[in-house]
Structure formats: structure tokens, C-alpha cells
């Protein structure tokens, strides 16, 4: 596609369920970021995969948060058992490759509110 | 651990009154620091890359420079447009997986 596209845009969920929160990158990219946008504070790197392996995990928050990569394509990020620290915009990021600085764009995000 | 600080939170500008945008950081070995935009419901747009001091860059009413501590964002003449968020991101050496640190941002507001 044109952009990095991610879905849904909006979640609202009760305390304690899951959500799947959605990332296609551009077509061809084969580098892809999940950031976390807590209300006042900066975007906060939580998983970086390329290809569809996940060599850097080290932002994950907890145990409740995994993610997933396809087909080198479309990634998930699953959060279980969802608690209200939870809320925040969830962003998706795609570059060329790892070392192509100018490349990294971003999605519109998932605005996750846990209710 | 890579640290950036971004001042001020908030800037108020009138149309046409020339500003700049501070980016403070700390990086063991600097890869790159980034410049992007962020407007409401929105996800950061790259502006610039920088990566080494003395390094300048222009697009149209913004320039974006480095020194070995900090970056500035000059904004010359804004127009209502420029209205956003502006973010900076570090990337370090040590970032193995080349992901970025970002500062909190400042949000612009320029009034007609």
C-alpha cells in the first residue's frame, strides 16, 4: 500500500480482555517498529522485527504483551488480560530496511482506551 | 541510556514570528537525530535526518541543526500550517535493533 496502514483506529475495551491491535507496513519493507504514545509522555519503543523474526523485545511492558509478524508482512500486537495503564496510542513503523534512516514511517495509530 | 529533552513543551508564535526549537540529548555514540511532525490523530511525519555536528538542513520554512549536544529547529516566518507537534528522536550505536528514543515534543501553535 501507499502508507503504513493500521487498524482498528479506535479500541475501547474492558478491563481484563484481550485486543489484537493490527500493522500493514509499506509493501517491501522489511524492517517494522511497534511504539507505545502514553497522554504527556514520548513515543516509547516497545518491539522491532525484521523479516518476521523479533530480535529486540526489550521494550515489551510485561508478559501481556506479545506481537507477531507474517509472511514478512502484517503484524499483530496482542495485549491480554488488558489493564487501564494500558490506554495509550499504539504506532506502527515501517523502513526499508533497519539502516535506512530517511524510511521510517508511521501509521495513524490505535488509540486503545481500557474502560 | 540514550536520553532527549525537548524544550519548550509549548511555543505561541504570531504568523511571521521567527522561533527555535531546542532538542537536548545524551547518546552513547550518535547513529542519527530525527526531526518529525505530529498533527492531531496523526502519526509522526519524518522531516530530517541529522548525523554529525556542524550538519544543517533545510525544508522550507524549517532548518534543522546539530551540535554535539543539542539540535534546534528554526522555524522562519511560521504560518498557521506549521501549526503541530514537533518531536526529536535519537539513535545511538548502542541501539542494536536501530530503534529511536524520543523527547516529549513541542507543541506549536501559530496564530494568524
Known amino acids: 500500500g501507499a502508507g503504513v496502514s493500521q487498524s482498528p483506529s479506535n479500541k475501547v475495551t474492558e478491563k481484563g480482555k484481550d485486543v489484537e491491535l493490527r500493522c500493514d507496513p509499506i509493501?517491501?519493507?522489511?524492517?517494522l517498529y511497534w511504539y507505545r504514545q502514553s497522554l504527556g509522555q514520548g513515543l516509547e519503543f516497545l518491539i522491532y522485527?525484521?523479516?518476521?523474526?523479533?530480535?529486540?523485545k526489550s521494550g515489551l511492558p510485561s508478559d501481556r504483551f506479545s506481537a507477531e509478524r507474517t509472511g514478512g508482512s502484517v503484524s499483530t500486537l496482542t495485549i491480554q488480560r488488558t489493564q487501564q495503564e494500558d490506554s495509550a496510542v499504539y504506532l506502527c513503523?515501517?523502513?526499508?530496511?533497519?539502516?535506512?534512516?530517511?524510511?521510517?514511517?508511521f501509521g495513524s495509530g490505535t488509540r486503545l482506551t481500557v474502560v | 541510556e540514550d536520553q532527549v529533552t525537548q524544550s519548550p513543551e509549548a511555543l505561541r508564535l504570531q504568523e511571521g514570528e521567527s522561533s527555535s526549537l531546542n532538542c537536548s540529548y545524551t547518546?552513547?555514540?550518535?547513529?542519527?537525530l530525527f526531526w518529525y511532525r505530529q498533527d492531531p490523530g496523526k502519526g509522526p511525519e519524518f522531516l530530517f535526518t541529522?548525523?554529525?555536528a556542524g550538519e544543517e538542513k533545510e525544508k522550507e520554512r524549517l532548518k534543522a541543526t546539530l551540535t554535539k549536544k543539542e539540535s534546534f529547529l528554526h522555524i522562519t516566518a511560521p504560518k498557521p500550517e506549521d501549526s503541530a507537534t514537533y518531536l526529536c528522536?535519537?539513535?545511538?550505536?548502542?541501539?542494536?535493533?536501530?530503534?529511536?528514543?524520543f523527547g516529549k515534543g513541542t507543541k506549536l501553535s501559530v496564530i494568524p
Open positions: 513503523a515501517s523502513s526499508p530496511s533497519p539502516g535506512i534512516y530517511e524510511g521510517y514511517t
Open positions: 509493501s517491501g519493507h522489511t524492517a
Open positions: 522485527f525484521q523479516g518476521n523474526s523479533a530480535p529486540d
Open positions: 547518546v552513547s555514540g550518535l547513529r542519527g
Open positions: 541529522l548525523y554529525s
Open positions: 528522536a535519537v539513535q545511538g550505536v548502542g541501539a542494536g535493533s536501530y530503534q529511536l528514543t
